[in-house]
Structure formats: C-alpha cells, structure tokens
C-alpha cells in the first residue's frame, strides 16, 4: 500500500493530506474554525467567492474571505468567467493574506455557468487558459483550481482540463470527479484522479463520497493521489480528518462521545454569533444540526425541534433538553411528545442555493 503522507503545494506543507472540502453556504470562517479545532484537517478553503461581489466591492463577499491566524494553511476560492475581475479578486485574496488562491471550475449551478465561470470553464479551455494566465502573472502566492470530470456525460475532459492548468502554472488541481451534467447524482469517478496524477507533475488530489476512513484509504491506495477532500461526510461527522488521521499515525481512533457532541454543537453556536448576525447565526446553527444530529436516536424530533426555535435561548434549550433526555436513556420526543410531525433537513447537496445569492 502507497504511504499516505503529507504533501507539499509549493512549499506550503499540507499535513495531513486532508483537505475540507469548499461549500458554498456552510465552510464559512466558523464551521471552518470548528472542523479545525477537531484536528486532522491540512488544508481548508473558503466558500467559493463571487468575483463580481470582491470586484464591485460587495461587502458578503469581502466577509467570505475572512479567517483565523490559526486556521493556516488557507485557501481562498474565487468563481467568475471574466478574466479582469478573475485577477483583481486574485489579487484581493493575497492582499488579505491567504495561502492559496483556488479558482473553481466546477460548480454546476445556472447562474455561474452562464456568465462562463464555474464548470462552464470547463467547456471553454480558451477562456481558462486566459483566466489562469492572468492570474498567475498577477499573484506571487500558489494558484490552484478546483475541477469537474468534464461538462458533459460523453465529453469528459478532465485530464486535458488538468493539463492546461499546468501549462498555466497552477500548483496543485483537485478533482470532483462528477460531470457538471450528472451535478451530484451518481458517484465519483475516481479512476480520473489516478489518470490525472499520472500526466502531471503537480500535486493531484481527489473529491466525492469520501464519507468512512475506509474509503478514505482505500482512495489513496487506489490512485495514488497526494490528497483527498471531504465535504458532505465532515458536516455529518466533524471527527472523520481527526479519524483518519488516527488510522494513519496508528493512534486509537477517536470516538465522540455524546457529551463531545453536545459540546460540538454548544461550541459552534457560540462560534456563529461571534462571527455573524443573530439571525444569519441561529440559521447556520439549525443547518448543521440538521446534516450532523442524523443517525442520533431521536436525531429526526431533535431537528424538528430547533427548526421550531426562533431565539438563541430557545435553542440553547432545545439542546440541553435532548441531551440530557438521551444521556439518562429516556428516549427523546421533542417538544410535543411522540405524535409531533417531523421536518426533515433540506438535502445541501450543491452550490446552486447558495450561488443564487453569491452572484446577486
Ligand atoms: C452544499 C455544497 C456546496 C458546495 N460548494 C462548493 C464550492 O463553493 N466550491 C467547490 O469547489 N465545490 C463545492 N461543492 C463541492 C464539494 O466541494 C465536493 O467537491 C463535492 O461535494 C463532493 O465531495 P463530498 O462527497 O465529499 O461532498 C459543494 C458541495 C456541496 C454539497
């Protein structure tokens, strides 16, 4: 089996090779800080950032690019199809003092596409190769992107797409290996991480369905590839970088006890309104819990219950309630006992919702 070990972009050490995956309305500067106090984590990157917002001085946007001292390693991703605006958001984000400048060529969602950015760089390696090009004259800290199999179902495209990237000096390419016509239906194609790293010589790492530490090995056994990116498992499990690397280093694997997940939830909350608004705080905090409370007995009532909430103390409430409830091994029935209808957390699978508002 191939050694996982750290790798390097540039001369920025990623250790472990484990990266949090970027996510458009949830890897924002507090669940960010969050999965890195759990540890394991060698890289993070920012929510994908609307170069249109940076460039006409769109205060969301400049917020995006916020982090902590100790977050470092930091990458910044930027979306957009124009190449100025593409190199002064470039030049913004090593201004604010990120590690990395990442430039997403993946996002499925219409309103990205449209205006060329996104996966639509995928389906236009004219404009992508002017877009890097400009950036990498641009910046002195590493450029990176992020990448999709292809565009569409039968014109995969992805090596030649990360090939280009390379010729364009980009350090280090990530693949998602979806086409942005599957979206996030099916699985990813890990076969192109491996195809990939045997063409170029930059770091190579690999996205999609990484969910146990299994796979997680299994992964690296089978591509070769120097890391891998967890988006979707690290929100229902905010332990698994920390796991992983348990496995690696040969440590007995941490296991979160209840305790540790009530004091997860507690800790994020806090987080929240220290990094933002109220309201915008108590909607992330409902938006965890629901992705992370799901396998938890009465995990189902217990998010019906915080969506119920509307006030920090009645969350606050809510959470101690169905600890305690489940700690003592009552069984939880939420606010109205065992006949209160239950709301299900929507589905985050995508950057769609949140690109609505990134690029508005
Ligand atoms: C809610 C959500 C938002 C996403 N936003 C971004 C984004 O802003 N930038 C990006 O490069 N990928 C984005 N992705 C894709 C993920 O980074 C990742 O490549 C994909 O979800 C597959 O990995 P996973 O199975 O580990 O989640 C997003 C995915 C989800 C689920």
């Known amino acids: 089996m191939n050694q ?23 890897t924002d500067i507090s669940f960010r800080r969050l999965l890195k106090a759990r540890g394991g984590i060698g890289l993070t990157v920012s929510e994908f950032i609307s170069v249109e917002g940076l460039t006409r001085n769109n205060p969301k946007s ?35 003092g990120a590690d990395i400048l990442d430039v997403n060529c993946g996002c499925p969602a219409p309103k990205v596409v449209k205006h060329g950015g996104g996966s639509g760089l995928l389906k236009d390696h004219p404009r992508l190769e002017i877009i890097l090009s400009e950036i990498k004259k641009a910046i002195t800290i ?13 014109a995969i495209n992805a090596v030649e797409t990360a090939k280009l990237a ?20 099916g699985l990813a194609n890990w076969d192109l991480v491996k195809q990939i790293k045997e063409v ?92 992370f409370t799901r396998g938890l007995q009465g995990g189902a009532l217990f998010r019906t219950a915080l969506y119920h909430s509307h006030s920090v ?15 003592a091994g009552r069984r939880y029935f939420g606010e109205a006992g065992p006949t209160h209808e239950i709301i299900e957390a929507p589905a985050l699978d995508s950057c769609e919702a949140a690109s609505v508002t990134a690029v508005s």
């Open 313 to 327: 103390t009645e969350i606050l409430d809510r959470i101690s309630e169905y600890f305690e409830t489940i700690t």
């Open 200 to 291: 170029v010589s930059v770091p190579v790492s690999g996205s999609g369905d990484v969910n146990t530490i299994e796979q997680a090995f299994d992964r690296f056994r089978e591509t070769g590839c120097d890391g891998v990116l967890i988006g979707r498992g690290a929100m229902a499990n905010p332990w698994i970088f920390r796991q992983i690397e348990d496995a690696m280093l040969g440590r007995e694997q941490f296991q979160p006890t209840l305790e540790d997940k009530r004091a997860l939830l507690l800790e994020y909350f806090d987080m929240l309104r220290e990094d933002m608004p109220q309201l915008a705080a108590i909607g992330r905090m409902k938006q965890l819990a629901g992705q």
């Open 142 to 154: 590493p450029m990176t992107v992020k990448i999709r199999a292809g565009y569409y179902d039968n």
């Open 4 to 26: 996982i070990k750290p790798f390097k972009i540039r001369d920025i050490e990623i250790n472990p090779p484990l990266v949090l995956s970027p996510m458009a309305g949830v």
């Open 62 to 96: 400049k917020r995006q690019m916020r982090f902590y001292e100790n977050e470092r390693p930091f990458a910044v991703q930027i979306f957009g199809g124009q190449p100025e605006r593409m190199r002064m958001a470039a030049e913004l984000a090593e201004e604010v």
């Open 166 to 185: 390379e010729a364009c000096g980009a350090e280090h390419i990530a693949l998602h290996g979806r086409t942005k016509e599957q979206g996030y239906r």
